[in-house]
């Protein structure tokens, strides 16, 4: 049976060295231990294991004070490090400071050695670490990536009995949470939630007061097509209102697309009404080393994301505004739009002005368009990028017939938001006729305002029998170019010629402020194709179209070129004899 050597570091014991075997495991306490440690503190501890052994550091309690939110390093801090190769490293994941249960890490080597310091500043109880020597690496569980003990068996995290684990426990925390009922759960475990179904979350020990230094997470999931709702039953913790809080309440979007997206709650008020982003969110309640309160009891329900859909006829233009508009939309506010037209026809959002807080990867209050992809049977098509700030001229056109539109708002800033009229275009290009001798102008849609970024629009233009197309430009400011090729945003012509597809004569494309200059097709039918990515929108282009008769037709630019270099050359050439002339005749 494994012994137990327990080393009780004080002041006068700080620089122990420890042998660990694996029958005679260590538990490392901070000097104090469970009393705080004292400022300015400095010990160095050496760990070593058997070779052919690594070592194993469980986290039983570790309060240690947090790092600078200014400086961002830590003030009282324990490093452990090894040495790989001829090289010393910091053990990997370790945890340096802040409060923490249930972390547990493994060196790469059987030594390892420890040295923890502190300020001249607050102090906290410390530490109380089991270090154990176990065998090498193939039979090793991966624990390594807990953040919390919550964490610790992710590989069946939603098992059925994964809700009668239980969450370690300090010396102040002694007790067991109390369940108000069986819809109750511990401080760290996983829950479940289902339509038509209303859970409640409370404090360890509600309605008694909770323990300090306590770190409690835990995820909660609802079905797919549901957003997750929070609303206060009781609340009371350390604190005012953020971000003025000594013990917190938070609730985080999780994972990937919403991650990031948080609010938090102290003292009295805790969440009215709020509502999470996506399905999944992780819940945090942190204590810390001062004064407790009676805690919080909140419920949870499910609610279902199913968007009123909106019908857009053909032909038709509708409205759709953020909530409250003109006046500034609600903080915390997320709201789903549905559309949806025609099998042969796309929908175009266009809007004088979007005025969204801003960000640069607008994290925190957006807009979103998705289209409905066939391959998935999802709205899994981002339409353009996130939307945020003020936007002038906001245009948007899709390629499909169905797009969902999430507004997403966050607990801080709030504007006006957003009146966006939807319309429904054919995708079927329309086709410019031009009479004999005739005119038309053709412009990009919505010119003279900006064009929609992340399209592409394709024009057919028809003369006569007897007759080809000419092109002129009466206005042309397009995104470009950074290089002769036009990467960003341009104009195409083609038209078919002895059955093969080819672009007329001239530039490969057009883009800048330079457009086509009598510009003059061989056939009667030519397609303009207009692409625009998802970055800059300028005003566009207003083209002047002519059908002129094919026996008036202009030399093309090619040949033109040639006469010109023709003439040249007949007037070096016409120079040149006349010099030797005027020599002949001195």
């Given at each position: 049976?494994?012994?137990?050597?327990?080393?009780?570091?004080?002041?006068?014991?700080?620089?122990?060295?420890?042998?660990?075997?694996?029958?005679?495991?260590?538990?490392?306490?901070?000097?104090?231990?469970?009393?705080?440690?004292?400022?300015?503190?400095?010990?160095?501890?050496?760990?070593?294991?058997?070779?052919?052994?690594?070592?194993?550091?469980?986290?039983?309690?570790?309060?240690?004070?947090?790092?600078?939110?200014?400086?961002?390093?830590?003030?009282?801090?324990?490093?452990?490090?090894?040495?790989?190769?001829?090289?010393?490293?910091?053990?990997?994941?370790?945890?340096?400071?802040?409060?923490?249960?249930?972390?547990?890490?493994?060196?790469?080597?059987?030594?390892?050695?420890?040295?923890?310091?502190?300020?001249?500043?607050?102090?906290?109880?410390?530490?109380r670490i089991q270090i154990e020597a176990?065998?090498?690496?193939?039979?090793?569980?991966?624990?390594?990536?807990?953040?919390?003990?919550?964490?610790?068996?992710?590989?069946?995290?939603?098992?059925?009995?994964?809700?009668?684990?239980?969450?370690?426990?300090?010396?102040?925390?002694?007790?067991?949470?109390?369940?108000?009922?069986?819809?109750?759960?511990?401080?760290?475990?996983?829950?479940?939630?289902?339509?038509?179904?209303?859970?409640?979350?409370?404090?360890?020990?509600?309605?008694?007061?909770?323990?300090?230094?306590?770190y409690c997470a835990f995820p909660i999931?609802?079905?797919?097509?549901?957003?997750?709702?929070?609303?206060?039953?009781?609340?009371?913790?350390?604190?005012?209102?953020?971000?003025?809080?000594?013990?917190?309440?938070?609730?985080?979007?999780?994972?990937?697309?919403?991650?990031?997206?948080?609010?938090?709650?102290?003292?009295?008020?805790?969440?009215?009404?709020?509502?999470?982003?996506?399905?999944?969110?992780?819940?945090?309640?942190?204590?810390?080393?001062?004064?407790?309160?009676?805690?919080?009891?909140?419920?949870?329900?499910?609610?279902?994301?199913?968007?009123?859909?909106?019908?857009?006829?053909?032909?038709?233009?509708?409205?759709?505004?953020?909530?409250?508009?003109?006046?500034?939309?609600?903080?915390?506010?997320?709201?789903?739009?549905?559309?949806?037209?025609?099998?042969?026809?796309?929908?175009?959002?266009?809007?004088?002005?979007?005025?969204?807080?801003?960000?640069?990867?607008?994290?925190?209050?957006?807009?979103?368009?998705?289209?409905?992809?066939?391959?998935?049977?999802?709205?899994?098509?981002?339409?353009?990028?996130?939307?945020?700030?003020?936007?002038?001229?906001?245009?948007?056109?899709?390629?499909?017939?169905?797009?969902?539109?999430?507004?997403?708002?966050?607990?801080?800033?709030?504007?006006?938001?957003?009146?966006?009229?939807?319309?429904?275009i054919s995708k079927t290009p329309p086709?410019?006729?031009?009479?004999?001798?005739?005119?038309?102008?053709?412009?990009?849609?919505?010119?003279?305002?900006?064009?929609?970024?992340?399209?592409?629009?394709?024009?057919?233009?028809?003369?006569?029998?007897?007759?080809?197309?000419?092109?002129?430009?009466?206005?042309?400011?397009?995104?470009?170019?950074?290089?002769?090729?036009?990467?960003?945003?341009?104009?195409?012509?083609?038209?078919?010629?002895?059955?093969?597809?080819?672009?007329?004569?001239?530039?490969?494309?057009?883009?800048?402020?330079?457009?086509?200059?009598?510009?003059?097709?061989?056939?009667?039918?030519?397609?303009?194709?207009?692409?625009?990515?998802?970055?800059?929108?300028?005003?566009?282009?207003?083209?002047?179209?002519?059908?002129?008769?094919?026996?008036?037709?202009?030399?093309?630019?090619?040949?033109?070129?040639?006469?010109?270099?023709?003439?040249?050359?007949?007037?070096?050439?016409?120079?040149?004899?006349?010099?030797?002339?005027?020599?002949?005749?001195?």
């Open positions: 049976m494994a012994s137990w050597s327990l080393a009780d570091s004080t002041d006068e014991n700080c620089g122990q060295s420890f042998n660990v075997t694996p029958t005679n495991p260590v538990i490392l306490k901070s000097p104090n231990h469970p009393s705080q440690y004292n400022n300015h503190a400095h010990c160095e501890y050496d760990f070593n294991g058997p070779d052919g052994t690594r070592l194993k550091f469980s986290y039983l309690t570790f309060e240690v004070e947090d790092r600078s939110t200014f400086y961002g390093h830590c003030h009282d801090q324990l490093i452990l490090k090894e040495t790989v190769n001829g090289t010393e490293y910091e053990t990997r994941r370790t945890v340096n400071c802040g409060i923490l249960r249930g972390k547990v890490i493994f060196s790469k080597t059987n030594y390892v050695r420890g040295v923890f310091t502190s300020d001249a500043t607050r102090t906290f109880r410390g530490f176990i065998g090498g690496p193939t039979n090793l569980p991966d624990l390594s990536h807990s953040n919390d003990w919550t964490t610790q068996r992710e590989t069946n995290f939603w098992d059925d009995d994964y809700s009668t684990a239980t969450p370690p426990t300090t010396i102040s925390a002694l007790k067991r949470i109390q369940m108000m009922n069986q819809s109750f759960f511990r401080c760290s475990t996983a829950m479940r939630i289902d339509f038509n179904e209303t859970k409640y979350i409370a404090s360890p020990n509600y309605p008694e007061k909770y323990a300090n230094s306590l999931q609802g079905p797919e097509g549901s957003v997750l709702q929070f609303d206060t039953e009781d609340f009371s913790l350390e604190g005012q209102t953020p971000p003025v809080c000594r013990d917190t309440f938070s609730i985080t979007d999780y994972p990937s697309l919403y991650q990031g997206r948080s609010v938090m709650y102290c003292g009295s008020k805790g969440p009215d009404q709020y509502r999470s982003a996506t399905n999944n969110v992780r819940v945090r309640f942190i204590t810390d080393v001062s004064v407790t309160d009676r805690g919080y009891n909140i419920s949870v329900s499910a609610i279902p994301v199913q968007p009123e859909i909106t019908n857009v006829p053909p032909g038709s233009t509708g409205t759709f505004t953020s909530p409250n508009y003109p006046q500034p939309y609600p903080l915390l506010s997320n709201r789903t739009y549905h559309f949806i037209t025609a099998p042969d026809y796309r929908l175009l959002f266009q809007s004088d002005k979007l005025h969204i807080e801003y960000d640069a990867s607008c994290m925190y209050d957006y807009l979103e368009f998705m289209e409905f992809d066939n391959y998935t049977s999802k709205f899994t098509r981002p339409l353009g990028r996130r939307f945020c700030g003020a936007i002038p001229n906001f245009n948007l056109q899709s390629d499909t017939n169905q797009v969902v539109v999430n507004f997403v708002t966050d607990s801080t800033s709030h504007w006006t938001g957003f009146n966006i009229s939807v319309q429904a086709l410019y006729n031009v009479s004999a001798n005739g005119t038309i102008y053709l412009t990009s849609l919505n010119y003279p305002r900006a064009y929609a970024p992340s399209t592409k629009t394709t024009y057919n233009i028809l003369a006569p029998s007897g007759y080809v197309l000419q092109f002129s430009s009466v206005s042309f400011d397009v995104e470009g170019p950074l290089s002769e090729k036009c990467p960003h945003d341009y104009l195409q012509f083609f038209e078919r010629r002895a059955k093969k597809v080819i672009r007329l004569d001239g530039p490969e494309r057009f883009c800048g402020r330079i457009g086509p200059e009598e510009l003059r097709s061989t056939t009667r039918y030519v397609k303009a194709i207009f692409f625009t990515d998802d970055s800059l929108s300028l005003t566009g282009f207003n083209i002047s179209i002519k059908a002129v008769p094919l026996t008036s037709q202009q030399p093309s630019l090619a040949s033109k070129a040639a006469r010109r270099r023709t003439a040249f050359l007949f007037i070096v050439l016409g120079s040149s004899l006349h010099l030797v002339v005027q020599n002949l005749s001195l």
